[in-house]
């Protein structure tokens, strides 16, 4: 189970309200969440859960002749990841037809062409001009579940006219971006946190399960420019 659950339970006649509580241990001692005056039969914490640990509840449905408290259930949260997740490592692409259908540039922007690099990753050729900005995204169907991961990690290169490097992503409908000032040549990771939301884009939460859209742009110009992505991972922490 990711995180914290909405708790949900069956209705007991003639409650006045009920009280959730939840424990690491089963006797639901030292409760490391109560809450009560619950008129509905569903709660949804404002508090997080630790991840990799089992947990027990019970809720209890109290009025004015006393309480009565139903049976102790138990569930576990999903453990943190120990390895990287694949967000997209360019292998799975015949060709660089089939890649830029995948990578469709903006339309909005300035001209930029996507090739495969095999083996490699994705070479994206771009002309700065009245727009001062060119992008791909690609996305995801079904969206990618890279929970409880850090960051981005990417293998970046850069040559031509000085750009701006933009990395968008979407997860849960809300959009996130980072800028780097120039593509470094080689590895670079970026944490989730670094991330803000873009000045166009309302604000959301990051919901990791459902990373839905990931885009590259290169901004600045005029001129012209090569922006080289190697594999694209989301790593764990540290």
Sequence with gaps: MLGTP????????GAGFYTLTVSEHADLSDPV????????????PPEQLEPGVTYSWRVTAVNAAGRASGAVSSFATRPLPTSPAVVDDFTGYADSAQLAAAYPGNPGGDPITPSLLPGQGMRLDYTLG???????????????????????????????APAKITVQFVTGGV????????APDGVVRVPFTAFGHPSWAGAGPLDLTR????????GGGPGTGT???GQVTAYPAP
């Design 211 to 218: 990373f839905e859209q990931l885009s590259f742009y290169a």
């Design 130 to 160: 009245g727009a001062g900005y060119a992008g791909v995204t690609r996305t995801f169907s079904p969206a990618l579940d890279v929970w409880g991961q850090h960051g981005l990690e990417l293998r970046l290169a850069q040559t031509g």
């Design 33 to 44: 969440l109560t809450a009560t005056a619950l008129t509905g039969t569903e709660h949804r």
């Design 6 to 13: 909405a708790f949900t339970w069956s209705p007991s006649a």
């Design 227 to 229: 922006l080289t992505v």
């Design 175 to 182: 959009s996130f971006e980072h800028t780097l000032d120039a």
